[in-house]
């Protein structure tokens, strides 16, 4: 299966995103709303504002949204877009134009800001990671390791980077951790083998992964047949070893002690996945401007 089949672009989720642009302005507006725009701000006063890309290579990732949150503040405002979610841009690229009265697009600057910027940095933090593994099979994986309320955005953002989503939440995968293995291990020998058969009589629809932290724990799990095993905070030659012992009879999944630098070495090893929480819990947000002019 190629990367791009691998790859599937979430939808957007607009019920949960409406009620994040909802908070979000509530807590910049209170009960007084802008007050200094309404203040300074003419009531009838017309403008234009574009936002404008201040860094190379970032991909672009939720206009959609920053477009929801300028006509959430004022429906009358007219939002055209001059790039597409997935395109990389480079410094002083137009990336959309907002026109209509000036007091809402100052109230929603803001806000609109901090989705874009944070989405936009979340697709460029992807697009480094899924390039860097370019000449290699192994996929790149995000994790859950997600901003509260906002995984749906930014695991959006992580497939229009070009990385690939890993489970949603609790409820789409069966996920065999440490804690798990430690619980199960209380009632004696053979508690990767005993998790994974009441995993299966719970949820036979469901995949299942087990996390093993050295060569005999993936052995045990894949003589259980699952379909993935994550190879916890390995080095490469333990992964080499493990990826001759599994030999095909599960996916492999390389997490822990990811980083950029190291993800050409992860490819060797011909590991099927490398998941990263640096995708959405350590990126730095994109640099983008709002300019904006008098009509």
Known sequence: MSKDNVRIIPEIDWKRTDLLISLALEEDLDERGDTTTIAVVPEKAQSRAVLRCKQDGMV????????????????????????????????????????????????????????????????TASRLYAEALKDYDTVVLDTRKTTPGFRNLEKYSVAVGGATNHRIGLFDRIMIKDNHRELAAAEGDGAITRAVERARKAYPDLEIEVEADCLDEVREAAETGVEYIMLDNMDDATMEEAVKIVAGR????????????????????KVDYVSSGALTHSVKSADISLDIEVL
Do not use: H, M
């Open 250 to 269: 599960s996916k492999l999944e390389a997490s822990g002690g990811i980083t950029l630098e190291r993800l050409g070495r992860i490819g060797k090893t």
């Open 60 to 123: 672009v990732s939720g206009l959609a949204v920053a477009e929801r949150v300028f006509k959430t503040v004022e429906p009358r405002l007219v939002f055209n877009a001059f790039v597409s979610d997935g395109d990389v841009c480079k410094y002083g690229d137009l990336l959309a134009e907002i026109s209509g009265p000036a007091r809402g697009i100052l109230t929603a600057e803001r806000t609109a800001l901090n989705f874009i910027q944070r989405l936009c940095g979340v697709a």
